[in-house]
């Protein structure tokens, strides 16, 4: 049943593909770069890193205006998080953790392009963008200090069935088919719970109280787009 909840994400895609085809006015293209990636409770506070990893998506959209649009996106993400402390000096105790989740997302995303009437001096073409998206994990691997965890803590914690994110970013264009994109992307729903209840805060910061729900991704991402037509 699982093999076929993952076919939702391409199917929908694909459905909302071929209506734009039919349509006079649509365009299409594909995105891809990398990601730095983190996971709120996983980041060790003296040698947590950014995940590096990639991405890779393609896209068709409908104009809403001469300077906004709507598109409708399916990507491949990579996510997680990465923990390290060599242990080399006296204070230090030694840390290893690495969490990789490869994720299937339909970001829905606003875009607008500044324009004179806009008031805002740049460079012709600059787009701004804001949406949300809706992400399914469909792999993922988990290790600790050099030992493979992953079904283990999958049986204990399981990954939500999905989670949703907000999404700001920007497209500079570089050429008439390409632009430079970053993004950044925030999750409002949980991963996955905490991996223990000794990260369940009841008090402190807004952060620290939202995260007694779970784990949540943070992603940024950079990287060219192309516009196909």
């Not at 709120?40 to 896209?59: A, E, N, Q």
């Not at 875009?111 to 792999?139: D, H, M, N, Q």
């Amino acid at each position: 049943m699982e093999n076929k909840y993952n076919l939702v994400f391409p199917v929908l895609f694909l459905i909302c593909f071929s209506i734009s085809i039919s349509g006079q006015n649509f365009n299409a293209g594909m995105d891809a770069g990398l990601t730095g990636t983190l996971i709120s409770g996983d980041r060790d506070p003296d040698g947590g890193r950014p995940r590096l990893g990639v991405y890779t998506s393609i896209f068709t959209n409908y104009p809403v205006s001469e300077y906004s649009y709507w598109q409708l996106e399916l990507m491949y993400i990579q996510k997680g998080s990465r923990a390290y402390v060599s242990g080399n000096e006296p204070d230090e105790e030694y840390r290893d953790y690495r969490l990789d989740l490869h994720y299937v997302e339909i970001p829905i995303i606003y875009k607008y392009t500044l324009s004179p009437t806009s008031r805002i001096r740049t460079k012709e073409g600059v787009t701004l963008e804001t949406g949300i998206s809706f992400g399914r994990v469909i792999g993922h691997r988990e290790m600790n200090e050099g030992l493979d965890i992953t079904d283990s803590v999958a049986e204990q914690r399981p990954f939500n069935y999905g989670d949703f994110n907000i999404i700001a970013g920007l497209y500079y264009p570089l050429t008439d088919n390409f632009d430079f994109h970053f993004r950044f992307s925030q999750g409002f729903t949980p991963v996955r719970p905490h991996r223990d209840d000794d990260l369940r805060y009841t008090s402190g910061s807004l952060s620290n109280w939202v995260n007694q729900f779970g784990q949540y991704n943070t992603a940024f991402s950079f990287g060219l787009s192309y516009h196909i037509l």
